[in-house]
């Protein structure tokens, strides 16, 4: 005789199993979704506090101090200038922070303590993430060839600009470079020749905030260098895989007293 067999136990303890890996499923997905909105508004608002409070410090730090065009100290995490870039909007208004580390950048873009201070001969290089943390440079591969990117110091404001992307070079001064708003603008001579406004590269090639980017190993006297600025960030969104740089060259400076960033940027008379 054959035996009677039962399924509804095997149904029972399916269904069951089906209902569990749902209801796991769905936790992961309420816990990936509060990690991504973490990620994207909760450190964002925290890096918006943190950058208003590090601009009211460096302002009062300014108004009290001795103005110089060079911080003479300036500790990891400190402000140590402002930074515009009015064709990206009035809202790219950022205090540059001194150092790299993970804390700094997660309060705004931070200076590459190596490299130059604003003005300076050579390279005034800055870091800066392109989501979360306030996402500061989020938007600079909008940037093209001659585009402002004004910085204040204690006692100046100085604006550079973009450098002619790659693709530019050929003809830039029958082309592009004529026109007023490039006045200063130029592919640089030797051995800045190979610097492009803007490329992306790996995270392994560092050399793009050298004195010389792009040549770490080449030898430029501290007073021969060109005064140059420098934004990283890593690219493309949500991912490390490369780097997005952007150089530019000082074309002008102008007393503390002067105008806005954005009617700055619109002479570049030196």
């Known amino acids: 005789m054959t035996p009677k ?30 990690f991504v909105g973490h990620q994207l508004f909760i450190t964002d608002i925290v890096a918006g506090m943190r950058q208003q409070e590090a601009t009211a410090t460096l302002m009062e730090r300014w108004r009290d101090g001795p103005t110089a065009p060079v911080p003479v100290s300036v500790s990891e995490g400190d402000g140590t ?3 515009y870039a009015p064709s990206l909007g009035r809202e790219f208004a950022y205090t540059v922070l001194e150092g790299t580390t993970e804390d700094t950048l997660a309060a705004g873009p931070g200076h590459y303590s190596d490299t130059a201070h604003p003005g300076e001969p050579g390279n005034f290089a800055v870091a800066g993430h392109h989501v ?34 790659a693709d530019e070079v050929s003809g830039w001064a029958d082309g592009k470079g004529a026109q007023e708003r490039c006045r200063g603008v130029a592919p640089l001579p030797p051995p800045y020749d190979a610097v492009p406004g803007a490329q992306v590269v790996p995270p392994s090639a560092v050399q793009v905030v050298a004195p010389v980017p792009g040549a770490r190993d080449v030898e430029v006297a501290p007073a021969e260098r060109a005064r140059l600025i420098t934004l990283t960030t890593c690219y493309p969104a949500f ?6 740089v952007v150089h530019g060259v000082l074309v002008a400076r102008r007393p503390h007293s002067a105008a806005s960033p954005s009617e700055l940027a619109e002479g570049t008379s030196r």
Do not use: H
Not at 6 to 34: C, H, K
Not at 137 to 162: A, H, K, M, N, Q
């Open 5 to 34: 067999i039962d399924w509804r136990g095997d149904v029972s303890q399916g269904t069951a199993f089906l209902r569990i890996g749902g209801g796991i499923g769905i936790a992961l997905g309420v816990v990936m979704l509060l």
């Open 81 to 83: 200038a402002r930074l």
């Open 132 to 165: 979360t943390n306030g996402a500061p440079f989020r938007d600079i591969g909008s940037l093209g060839s001659c585009d402002p990117l004004v910085v204040e110091t204690s006692s100046e404001w100085l604006v550079y600009r973009v450098l002619p992307l």
């Open 239 to 244: 991912s490390a895989r490369e780097r997005l």
